[in-house]
């Protein structure tokens, strides 16, 4: 199946060459091409997908008619309560899960065809919760090369690219280390060059600051957002709120559907709604909400720190 059929995705153009046999000279001639530039730009689509975990002590569906569209470049941050199938969401991306029904398009293959298994890996990088897990070899940079060599590409570029990743993370210092002698940030950092590394347009990652402290957090987003500025797709699966408020678009779940999809500043400016669903909100917007019951003549969908001190004063 072409990536077009599929109603596929990423910018693509088409040459199209008008051409006749020239009798005399028995060859070819172009008369005339144009170019048609066509602009699909959805990277990641899916469709009515639905997945069922099927055991012994009976079936879960644990996602239930999921629909929406990712652009090429964007960062999308999923919340939701335990079990409303953030990471089953996410392990369809890279076709470690395949829907029980319905499609993921990753730009343009349809992961459940299996002869598309290698461009959607290829296109797809992912960054789990537990570092100690991700990590595979006893040295930082065989860990960060490992996903290469299984690429099969030549040694003097995995070693070039590994610096690089290594660099981009500020770890280079570190390659010749253990991971086991890296504190849990630095840990994910080297599970983010790895993915780097591969040179993915898309970056899933699933609670990678569940785990760390308020400094390894920092760094961790850090990194994704740089990685967002240099034109990555981004998937950022999180229980923080003030790391879903720097998303571009916020997917919020609840019992393996997507009941919300819009801005931060949409979703977490209706306080009480979020409080309702079980959520907290940005610090800034909960102390706005507060100050208007106060009667604090304030704007609406303060979402920031800055804002508020704005608004203030
Ligand atoms: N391998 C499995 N077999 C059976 N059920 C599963 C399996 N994995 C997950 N589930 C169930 O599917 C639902 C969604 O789980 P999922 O792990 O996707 O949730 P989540 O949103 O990532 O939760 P958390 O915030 O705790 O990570 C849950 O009810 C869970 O118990
Ligand atoms: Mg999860």
Same mark, same amino acid.
């Given at each position: 199946m072409s990536r077009f059929e599929s109603g596929g995705t990423a910018d693509a153009i088409y040459r199209f060459d008008v051409l006749i046999l020239s +009798? #005399? #000279?028995?060859e070819m001639l172009r008369i005339f091409s144009f170019v048609s530039e066509e602009k699909i730009l959805d990277i990641i689509r899916v469709e009515n997908l639905r997945h069922v975990y099927k055991s012994s002590s009976g079936d879960k569906v644990?996602? *239930?008619?999921i629909n929406f569209s990712i652009a090429e470049g964007e960062f999308v941050a999923i919340i939701g309560n335990n079990g409303s199938g953030k990471s089953t969401l996410a392990k369809h991306f890279n076709a470690l899960l395949l829907p029980t029904s319905g499609k993921i398009f990753i730009d343009g293959f *349809?992961? %459940? *065809?299996? =002869?598309?298994l290698w461009h959607v890996r290829e296109n797809v990088g992912m960054v789990f919760q537990n570092p100690d897990s991700e990590i595979v070899a006893a040295i930082v940079e065989d860990d960060v090369a490992f996903g290469l060599e299984n690429l099969g590409i030549a040694p003097e570029k995995i070693r070039e690219r590994v610096d690089l990743a290594l660099d981009a993370v500020n770890m280079s210092d570190y390659k010749?280390? %253990? +991971? %086991? =002698?890296?504190s849990g940030g630095q840990k994910q950092r080297i599970a983010i060059a790895g993915v780097i590394a591969m040179q993915t347009k898309i970056i899933v990652f699933?609670? +990678?600051?569940?785990?760390?402290?308020p400094q390894g957090r920092r760094e961790v987003l850090s990194m994704v957002k740089k990685l967002h500025a240099q034109g990555k797709t981004i998937i950022y699966i999180t229980h923080f709120m003030e790391e879903a408020a720097q998303a571009q678009r916020v997917f919020l779940m609840e019992g393996g559907k997507i009941i919300k999809n819009d801005t931060p500043r949409e979703i977490f400016s209706n306080v009480r709604e979020m409080k309702r669903l079980g959520f907290s909100v940005p610090v800034a917007a909960e102390l706005a909400e507060r100050l208007r019951k106060k009667n604090f003549k304030l704007p609406p969908k303060i979402l920031t720190a800055d804002e508020l001190a704005e608004a203030l004063k």
């Amino acid at each position: 199946m072409s990536r077009f059929e599929s109603g596929g995705t990423a910018d693509a153009i088409y040459r199209f060459d008008v051409l006749i046999l020239s +009798p #005399r #000279r028995n060859e070819m001639l172009r008369i005339f091409s144009f170019v048609s530039e066509e602009k699909i730009l959805d990277i990641i689509r899916v469709e009515n997908l639905r997945h069922v975990y099927k055991s012994s002590s009976g079936d879960k569906v644990a996602l *239930d008619g999921i629909n929406f569209s990712i652009a090429e470049g964007e960062f999308v941050a999923i919340i939701g309560n335990n079990g409303s199938g953030k990471s089953t969401l996410a392990k369809h991306f890279n076709a470690l899960l395949l829907p029980t029904s319905g499609k993921i398009f990753i730009d343009g293959f *349809d992961t %459940s *065809d299996e =002869k598309n298994l290698w461009h959607v890996r290829e296109n797809v990088g992912m960054v789990f919760q537990n570092p100690d897990s991700e990590i595979v070899a006893a040295i930082v940079e065989d860990d960060v090369a490992f996903g290469l060599e299984n690429l099969g590409i030549a040694p003097e570029k995995i070693r070039e690219r590994v610096d690089l990743a290594l660099d981009a993370v500020n770890m280079s210092d570190y390659k010749n280390f %253990s +991971p %086991s =002698k890296l504190s849990g940030g630095q840990k994910q950092r080297i599970a983010i060059a790895g993915v780097i590394a591969m040179q993915t347009k898309i970056i899933v990652f699933d609670e +990678p600051t569940a785990m760390l402290d308020p400094q390894g957090r920092r760094e961790v987003l850090s990194m994704v957002k740089k990685l967002h500025a240099q034109g990555k797709t981004i998937i950022y699966i999180t229980h923080f709120m003030e790391e879903a408020a720097q998303a571009q678009r916020v997917f919020l779940m609840e019992g393996g559907k997507i009941i919300k999809n819009d801005t931060p500043r949409e979703i977490f400016s209706n306080v009480r709604e979020m409080k309702r669903l079980g959520f907290s909100v940005p610090v800034a917007a909960e102390l706005a909400e507060r100050l208007r019951k106060k009667n604090f003549k304030l704007p609406p969908k303060i979402l920031t720190a800055d804002e508020l001190a704005e608004a203030l004063k």
